[in-house]
């Protein structure tokens, strides 16, 4: 079974700075997919960035960014210019490609406060 | 836009009651799932199912039950609830296949079994 880790309980940051949450995960297979979620306070859960593993480019969306090291398990999630609205809860999360009904594996998730 | 809807967003019952958390897609997703929230587990998976009256268990699936009768709806059933299931609740729904498809939730119930 597939396991995801977030060793960062919680990270501060200051508005308009960078910071990044750490993810880091275990597989046997070749193929999958990641993907990093955002909770704010509302409960909405929101994808911020999705990567898959057959491609080297690591993906990117506006001020968020990836480094995925798919030899190394490792999927950390940047964000540049860090905003006021950034702060939230944050989920790594796994998806493989072998098993029915392409179900999440959520890593246990970073709580990310901005300062102003 | 997509939108999976849970019927309550707050829910207390007593020890011992049957309990329905209902959800609802609109976006005709084969997959729906139910995870459960709690603080620094991260969301953990109960139950999905990949198409009508289909249902595979997750990785806690003790005390709980599911059924889809409808492509669009998803129900958890907690056959007695007990004060350890309280928790956030959250819905689920994705496109089949396996084509890179993100997963839409809905907004949680979080129930209190007291």
């Known amino acids: 079974a597939q396991t995801v880790t977030q060793s960062q309980p919680e990270m501060s940051v200051q508005e308009a700075e960078t910071v990044t949450l750490s993810c880091t995960y275990d597989t046997s297979e070749s193929d999958y997919y990641l993907f990093w979620y955002k909770q704010p306070p509302s409960r909405q859960m929101i994808l911020v960035i999705r990567?898959?593993?057959?491609?080297?480019q690591n993906a990117t969306e506006n001020r968020f960014s990836v480094n995925f090291q798919k030899a190394a398990k490792s999927f950390s999630l940047k964000i540049s210019d860090s905003q006021l609205g950034d702060a939230a809860m944050y989920f790594c999360a796994y998806r493989s490609l072998m098993e029915y009904g392409n179900k999440l594996v959520f890593g246990a998730g970073t709580i990310l406060r901005v300062k102003s | 836009d997509v939108k999976v809807t849970q019927s309550s967003r707050y829910l207390v019952k007593r020890t011992g009651e049957k309990v329905f958390l209902e959800c609802v897609q609109d976006?005709?997703?084969?997959?729906m799932f139910w995870y459960r929230q709690d603080p620094g587990l991260g969301l953990r998976l109960i139950y999905f199912?990949?198409?009508?009256?289909?249902?595979e268990k997750g990785d806690i699936p003790e005390g709980y039950s599911v059924s889809r009768e409808k492509k669009e709806r998803f129900s958890l059933i907690l056959e007695s609830a007990s004060t350890n299931q309280t928790s956030m609740y959250l819905c689920?729904?994705?496109?089949?296949?396996?084509?890179?498809?993100?997963?839409?939730f809905g907004q949680g119930t979080r129930l209190t079994v007291v």
């Open positions: 689920a729904s994705s496109l089949g296949g396996t084509v890179n498809t993100e997963a839409f």
């Open positions: 990567q898959e593993a057959y491609k080297q």
């Open positions: 199912s990949y198409d009508v009256k289909m249902k």
């Open positions: 976006m005709d997703h084969e997959n």
